[in-house]
C-alpha cells in the first residue's frame, strides 16, 4: 500500500515507509498521520517482519506536526508506533536531517534508529506554547536530565551527542544511512519472529514506564476501537428498529 504522502514498499520480509512530503520537510499533516497510521496497521498485519521508516530527502526526517494543516482528525498519537497502533514487530528509524517534535516522538517509540551525520533532533513545543506530552517518554529511553535539556530549552541536538546518550544505535554518513538501517533490518528479518515480538511487547507494554498523555492515547485507542466497530452500529440500529442487537464482535 501507499499514497501520495507515505510510501509503503516490501521486499525480502522488510518494509519501508517513507514520510513522502519533502518540500514540506516531511510535516505531519492531518493526511499525513492518518496515512501513516494506516501504514502501522498494515505493517503489523502483512507479512514483512520489521520496517525501516524514514522522511523523504536529505533535509528532514520531519519538521514536526504542520502548523498550516495540524493533525486533528486522526491525531498525531495516532500514528505513533505503539501508542496509536499496537506493534509486535520491529520498527527502525532512518534519520536525517531535521527531526523536530512530532518527529523525535516518532523516534522516541521506534525499536531502533539510525541517524545520518547531518541529523538534528529539536523540540521546541515549549517556545511555541504547545504539548501534546508524549514526549515526555523520553525520559525512561535516555538519561533524564538530557531529556528534559532537550524537552524544555529548545536546544539542539546533533547526531553525535544524540548516539552518545542513547537516542540512536549508530551515526553514519548521510549517503549510507539507508544501508545502515537495512544492515539491522535484514539481522531482525532472518531472526525468530516469536522471539522479536516477545521481546517487544515484554520491553514496550510491561518494562518501560508510560507517561499520562501515552496511557491516555492507548485508552483513547480502545475507545476508538468500540466507538467505530460494527458492533456499535448495529446497536444503534437495532435501537431504532426496536429488536434485538445481533453482535458479531467486529
Known amino acids: 500500500m501507499s499514497s501520495d504522502v507515505v510510501l509503503y514498499e516490501s521486499k525480502e520480509s522488510i518494509a519501508t515507509i ?78 536525517a536531517g531535521h527531526c523536530v517534535g512530532g518527529g523525535v516522538c516518532l523516534v522516541e517509540f521506534c525499536t531502533l534508529a539510525v541517524a545520518a551525520d547531518n541529523a538534528d533532533f529539536s523540540y521546541p513545543e515549549a517556545q511555541l506554547g504547545f504539548c501534546g506530552g508524549l514526549i515526555a517518554g523520553l525520559a525512561v529511553r535516555i538519561p533524564y536530565k538530557v531529556a528534559m535539556e532537550l524537552m524544555l530549552t529548545g536546544a539542539h541536538m546533533k547526531a553525535a551527542r544524540a548516539y552518545e546518550v542513547g537516542m540512536v544505535n549508530a551515526v553514519v554518513p548521510l549517503a549510507e544511512r539507508m544501508e545502515a538501517a537495512y544492515g539491522y533490518a535484514r539481522r531482525l528479518a532472518e531472526s525468530a519472529p516469536l522471539v522479536l515480538g516477545l521481546l517487544e511487547t515484554f520491553t514496550r507494554d510491561m518494562l518501560l514506564p508510560r507517561g499520562p498523555s501515552e496511557m491516555s492515547a492507548i485508552a483513547r485507542r480502545y475507545l476508538l476501537r468500540v466507538a467505530h466497530s460494527e458492533d ?10 426496536k429488536r434485538k442487537p445481533r453482535f458479531t464482535g467486529r
Open 18 to 95: 517513507t514520510l513522502n512530503r519533502p518540500d514540506k520537510l516531511n510535516a505531519l499533516s492531518n493526511a499525513l498521520v492518518g496515512e501513516l497510521r494506516d501504514a502501522l496497521i498494515h505493517f503489523e498485519k502483512s507479512d514483512d517482519r520489521v520496517a525501516v521508516l524514514t522522511g523523504a530527502g536529505e533535509r528532514a526526517f520531519s519538521a514536526g506536526a504542520d502548523l498550516r494543516d495540524p493533525p486533528r482528525d486522526p491525531e498525531l498519537w495516532e500514528c505513533m508506533p505503539g501508542v496509536g497502533v499496537p506493534l509486535s514487530k520491529p520498527i527502525i528509524a532512518s534519520v
Open 232 to 241: 456499535a452500529r448495529e446497536g444503534a440500529r437495532s435501537f431504532a428498529e
